[in-house]
């Protein structure tokens, strides 16, 4: 008989909603008691037509979470967009709230079955939808400890300073959850705008009229970070529960289009080495400049390794997401030298890949990535020692943990570059040969932290047992 029905609403990012689906599919496989209720908005990116679906599909021998979609909104208004994506995101999202309020209120039927609210963090507005209808709330965060420490203490930041974003000028910064100063380097672009200042420090203000913060990390990756939440005031940190790695094994399903690619891949993979191919992937939304593009080619070249290039054009005018390449387009972007290179067997150049299955391939020695948290924790888990090149949202913020705090990066690619500064060839090359080097201690680090993610998951692990106390805390051992 359930016992508690929890509702999840994950913001309208691929790395929000996969995460938010397959930890419901984790909570429910793991008491019979529960059940999960998936509230899903449409991407303010998209159209109706483009969206897919990028739920993970669960063992049908399983109960699974219920998806309802909410109705569509208008959008808001373009100059938010322009001001901070932070409060675009927000904003949006909020705009759900009648429905949202709606939809609770349908599942409060049985006063025998609490209902309990999951928001992501860009989902705070629903905080107050859950407070008026005595629901209790938590927070469902995608990203890591540390960087969890850093939104919390924005609210803090502020009221000592008065100042609603940081100095540029500045050359670092102490903050709680980091045991080395951050450079400003180091920090996501909302840190220094106003509006997505702002934005993240009324989120942060919500997250603590919530019961818990369900973390997406576990506690032998970020012991720090963690052990600073901790030690902050009770009064401002609600109970914090580090429940991963959550990641989707299995990988998004694959469209019909994708499966020779796939093959080709997979194929190609197969005939390699072990541990000899460096694989570069950027995300979803991860793309560069031709320039920059001419210059990591040039610089795989010069570094003579084996390698899996997952690229992808920018985003052109009217698109919603980068695009792949075609054959006649590469040849006019890659160098000659280096499409002989590829050519020769010893290089591939893709546009999707199923990233999932590449870092779980033996062949894989390394992995140079934008440092999205998703991918950072498959890094991990698959035991892939990392170059770090950081694009856009925390990712500045998570490479600086994983070079700095964490020991998991060999190089930062990028470090302290601004919009349109390009990262030459060489220092393309010289990460991938520190990361490719047999010697670095990176690679037996990672290797380590690897077989503890594992652990972490298993009947007596730190992340088993911290899921087991929010469990016990929706539903108490006398029922």
């Not at 209720?37 to 049908?60: G, K």
């Not at 989902?123 to 919390?152: K, M």
């Not at 088993?464 to 469990?471: A, H, L, P």
């Amino acid at each position: 008989m359930k016992k508690a029905e929890l509702v999840f609403i994950p913001s309208p990012g691929a790395g929000h909603t996969v995460s938010a689906a397959e930890f419901a599919n984790r909570l429910i496989a793991r008491d019979a008691r529960i059940s999960v209720t998936i509230l899903t908005m449409s991407s303010p990116f998209t159209t109706a037509a483009s969206s897919t679906s990028t739920y993970p599909n669960p063992e049908p021998s399983v109960d699974v979470p219920r998806y309802i979609s909410l109705p569509q909104v208008q959008l808001p208004p373009i100059k938010i967009l322009q001001d901070s994506i932070e409060e675009y995101i927000s904003t949006f999202a909020a705009s759900h709230s009648h429905f949202v309020r709606n939809e609770l209120i349908s599942l409060q039927k049985s006063p025998e079955i609490p209902v309990y609210l999951v928001v992501d963090m860009f989902c705070t507005a629903f905080i107050d939808v859950a407070n008026e209808l005595g629901i209790p709330s938590y927070v469902f965060f995608t990203s890591g400890s540390a960087f969890l420490g850093l939104r919390l203490n924005l609210p803090d930041l502020y009221e000592r300073t008065g100042i609603a974003k940081f100095i540029e000028s500045e050359p670092e910064f102490e903050i709680p959850s980091f045991r080395n100063p951050v450079p400003a380097s180091g920090f996501p672009g909302f840190a220094f705008n106003k509006s997505g200042y702002t934005s993240f420090m009324n989120h942060a203000r919500k997250f603590q009229e919530t019961k818990g913060i369900m973390v997406n990390t576990f506690a032998e990756l970020e012991p720090y970070a963690i052990k600073s939440l901790t030690e902050i005031s009770p009064n401002k940190v609600p109970v914090v529960y580090t429940i991963g790695p959550v990641l989707n094994l299995k990988g998004a399903a694959h469209k019909p289009c994708d499966q020779d690619i796939r093959a080709r891949i997979m194929n190609w993979l197969d005939i390699q080495p072990e541990s000899s191919v460096v694989y570069l992937c950027f995300g979803s939304v991860g793309s560069f400049e031709e320039e920059q593009v001419k210059e990591i080619a040039k610089g795989l070249n010069q570094s003579g390794q084996r390698f899996l290039w997952s690229l992808r054009k920018r985003i052109t005018e009217g698109a919603i997401r980068p695009t792949d390449y075609t054959d006649e387009e590469l040849k006019s972007v890659l160098p000659d030298d280096f499409r002989t290179f590829v050519a020769e067997g010893r290089g591939m150049v893709c546009g999707w890949a199923p990233q999932v299955e590449i870092l779980a391939h033996k062949a894989i020695g390394s992995f140079v990535t934008h440092c999205g948290w998703n991918s950072t924790l498959e890094s991990v888990w698959f035991g892939k020692p990392i170059v770090a090149w950081p694009l856009y949202a925390e990712q500045r913020v998570n490479a600086f943990e994983l070079v700095k705090e964490l020991g998991l990066a060999a190089a930062w690619l990028g470090y302290g570059t601004k919009p349109g500064d390009v990262v030459t060839a060489n220092e393309v090359e010289s990460a991938v040969r520190s990361v490719m080097d047999k010697d670095n201690p990176v690679r037996s680090k990672v290797k380590e932290i690897s077989e503890v993610s594992r652990l972490t998951l298993l009947d007596g692990g730190s992340s088993f047992n911290s899921i087991g106390s929010f469990i016990k805390n929706i539903i108490p051992e006398e029922l």
